[in-house]
């Protein structure tokens, strides 16, 4: 199991250049971004890209989440369960900086800066009410593969990855036996229903 937790690994780092937030107000789209994008101070804002001039724009949070991941992957050419705990330990602190890198940029997040902006008129928190704030597919993506790292780093790190190898053996070889006896069940239901109407007889 050890070797294969580089798959989501890897699927957690290369979830960063898939989309990862949309901004919209009245169903349409003002800001896009993907995890790199937001890791760097890049965003696409109304079909242009727009980047900013100083080092504020960075997100801390997103690049250290990108270097704890990066770090586990390098982590998996060593083995033992030293190993299986740093792998660990650095699954765990990607999701809670991505967690955190992206909170800023949530809904509830924007309209607090809006109010320390002295954004407080009527219109504008109406218009700010109106804004929506949407996690797309590389966000989630992100955080399952790194669950999922972070499970099978526990399994080895706990001696149960045999145990829990062979019970997955175990339950996609039933899955394949169930699959195997509902296409069988279906053919015969099809080959019925052929012979049923060729026994019918002809309308005049």
Not at 42 to 55: E, L
Not at 64 to 71: K, Q, V
Request: hydrophobic content about 55%; glycine content about 10%.
């Amino acid at each position: 199991m050890w070797k294969w937790i580089r798959i989501p690994k890897g699927i957690a780092l290369a979830a960063f250049l898939l989309p990862w937030m949309t901004v919209s107000c009245s169903e349409q789209k003002l800001v896009e971004a993907t995890g790199f994008g937001l890791a760097f101070g890049r965003v696409t804002a109304m079909g242009q890209a727009a980047q900013a001039g100083d080092s504020a724009s960075l997100n801390l949070w997103l690049i250290l989440a990108l270097l704890a991941i990066a770090g586990g992957l390098a982590l998996l050419f060593m083995k033992g369960r030293e190993a299986a705990k740093l792998v660990l330990g650095t699954s765990i602190a990607a999701v809670a900086l991505i967690f955190i890198g992206t909170w800023r940029y949530s809904k509830h997040a924007l309209l607090e800066e809006a109010a320390k902006n002295g954004q407080n008129s009527g219109m504008d928190q109406a218009a700010l009410a109106m804004i929506q704030v949407h996690w797309e597919i590389g966000y989630w993506l992100a955080m399952l593969s790194l669950v999922v790292a972070a499970a099978m780093a526990w399994l080895v790190m706990s001696g149960k990855e045999g145990e829990a190898e062979a019970k997955m053996r175990s339950l996609a070889a039933e899955a394949g036996e169930k699959a195997k006896a509902a296409a069988a069940r279906a053919g015969e239901a099809a080959d019925n229903a052929t012979g049923k109407k060729e026994d019918d007889p002809p309308k005049p």
